[in-house]
């Protein structure tokens, strides 16, 4: 029998206080769970750093898988059960999408995946971080609130692109310096594959990015209008080719990724801003954490 602490946000987008009971009775299969309601932000992350049970589970969004990931003291394993929007985290690790199956398949598993993760200046992240546009979209996402908890779905995402790209010309250019490898427009450094999604399709900058590696940085030199829908397509549509192009700087399985700005740039973690900074480190974490599969 193992015990499990269940650290449960109640206002992320698709949980439900029934829902909490039946992933609660799942869980119970496997033996004793605590349930831990968390109260606001940065909550999680305090519940998990004080946990004593054999095991985690976080039922909620990324942005509490991720302060979970950030309270962890121990070397203990960790279950998510997908309770948000999108849920990238256990859909980019193949987790069953229902919460319920997915409780289910954590209660009865003696399998752990262990994987690696990212620190943005020392902040953990598990898929990944972004500089530039990337981060001021997630930031013109929030500015937009949140109901009852819950954040603005991929529409409005869409809507605030849309507007953010129509801001600069529809012409992204060069403002970062990636040390050791050149000037870049904006950067994604995902720590595994997918890097994110919109709706059901898959956001791929960087395909060969592993959970069980390191880093992979993409970082495009100067995107003009038309460079614009080559990015999408070639993340979206047809992924790969463009971390093999000349004006895209790309690193893969890296251990340390450094990007200056001379002005302040944004950036982001596991889909939370982070502000405004002049220098970002990233470093690997690899084999951080064991995941229940």
């Known amino acids: 029998m193992r015990s499990v602490a269940l650290i449960v946000n109640p206002n992320a987008s698709a949980v439900t206080p029934a829902l909490v009971d039946r992933v609660a009775a799942e869980l119970e299969r496997g033996g004793p769970v605590e349930l831990l309601r968390t109260s606001g932000p940065g909550h999680a992350g305090?519940?998990?750093?004080?946990?004593s049970a054999d095991a985690i589970v976080a039922f909620g969004g990324d942005g509490t898988y991720n302060e979970v990931l950030n309270g962890l003291v121990r070397d203990v394993p960790l279950g998510l059960v997908p309770g948000g929007g999108t849920s990238v985290l256990p859909r980019a690790l193949g987790l069953p999408r229902d919460p319920v199956v997915c409780a289910a398949r954590i209660a009865a598993s003696t399998t752990t995946r262990r994987i690696s993760l990212g620190r943005a200046n020392g902040r953990r992240f598990a898929f990944?971080?972004?500089?530039?546009?990337?981060?001021?979209?997630?930031?013109?996402?929030?500015?937009?609130?949140?109901a009852n908890g819950r954040r603005p779905g991929d529409a409005v995402f869409l809507l605030e692109l849309a507007k953010?790209?129509?801001?600069?010309?529809?012409?992204?250019?060069?403002?970062?310096?990636?040390?050791?490898?050149?000037?870049a427009a904006l950067a994604v450094i995902a720590n595994g594959d997918p890097y994110t999604y919109v709706g059901r399709l898959a956001v791929r900058p960087s395909p060969q990015a592993s959970f069980e590696g390191g880093l992979d940085l993409v970082a495009p030199h100067d995107v003009g209008p038309l460079?614009?829908?080559?990015?999408?397509?070639?993340?979206?549509?047809?992924?790969?080719?463009?971390?093999?192009?000349?004006?895209?700087?790309?690193?893969?399985?890296?251990?340390?990724?450094?990007?200056?700005?001379?002005?302040?740039v944004a950036i982001q973690v596991d889909g939370e801003d982070l502000g405004d900074v002049h220098r970002l480190e990233v470093v690997a974490e690899r084999g951080a954490v064991s995941i229940l599969v």
């Open 46 to 51: 305090e519940l998990a750093r004080a946990a």
């Open 128 to 146: 990944s971080c972004g500089v530039g546009m990337d981060a001021e979209l997630v930031r013109r996402v929030d500015a937009h609130g949140r």
């Open 227 to 264: 460079g614009i829908g080559r990015v999408a397509w070639w993340t979206i549509v047809r992924p790969g080719p463009l971390t093999r192009r000349a004006d895209v700087v790309h690193a893969h399985d890296a251990d340390r990724i450094v990007i200056t700005a001379e002005q302040p």
């Open 164 to 183: 953010l790209l129509g801001s600069q010309g529809f012409h992204l250019r060069p403002r970062l310096r990636v040390e050791g490898m050149g000037e």
